[in-house]
């Protein structure tokens, strides 16, 4: 099994709807983030946390928020699509600070 | 400011071809975290190497190896002998632990059969 699980892997919605994404781990490890991917910007950090209490904002989080359930748990949430956010987005993990950071396999958004 | 610029957008190779890739950093911070992240087709994000701002050893794994020189600022990736397996785009990457990690924009490679 994935150590790195990403739920639902392909989504179409619709413009205004409310939509999450959901990460889960099997790594043990505490730090836990959100990218998205555009074609040829490369990733851009949306949210991430250092444990279950410990949640920090990245460098485009507006339209965007985050629950951290558990520790293995990270889910992203989309208040209201809009079509811009279209994109793959990417949950990573990681051990501790500098430690690498593993991927999940990705879900890819179209908002209509 | 934390900053990883890889100039080559794209990059095309006849297969069985060397191909270097090339990634510059920028960092205030003597401490840090050098990466490479291969992304087939396919999409999912596949980690391949870490290293430290204090070894500056080249490292060789199999057909794939790193070249660090902090002189010029460079964690350049040479695929030797390039296979059809090898088309992806690939990541750089640097965390000095003060901010969270960056990432360049990227390196499409296509090698051709």
Known sequence: ?112 | AQKVTQAQTEISVVEKEDVTLDCVYETRDTTYYLFWYKQPPSGELVFLIRRNSFDEQNEISGRYSWNFQKSTSSFNFTITASQVVDSAVYFCALDSGNTPLVFGKGTRLSVIA
């Open chain 1, 1 to 112: 099994d994935a150590d790195v699980t990403q739920t639902p892997r392909n989504r179409i919605t619709k413009t205004g709807k409310r939509i999450m994404l959901e990460c889960s781990q099997t790594k043990g490890h505490d730090r836990m983030y959100w990218y998205r991917q555009d074609p040829g910007l490369g990733l851009q950090l949306i949210y991430y946390s250092f444990d279950v209490k410990d949640i920090n904002k990245g460098e485009i989080s507006d339209g965007y928020s985050v629950s951290r359930q558990a520790q293995a748990k990270f889910s992203l949430s989309l208040e209201s699509a809009i079509p811009n956010q279209t994109a793959l987005y990417f949950c990573a993990t990681a051990g501790g600070r500098v430690d690498t950071q593993y991927f999940g396999p990705g879900t890819r958004l179209t908002v209509l």
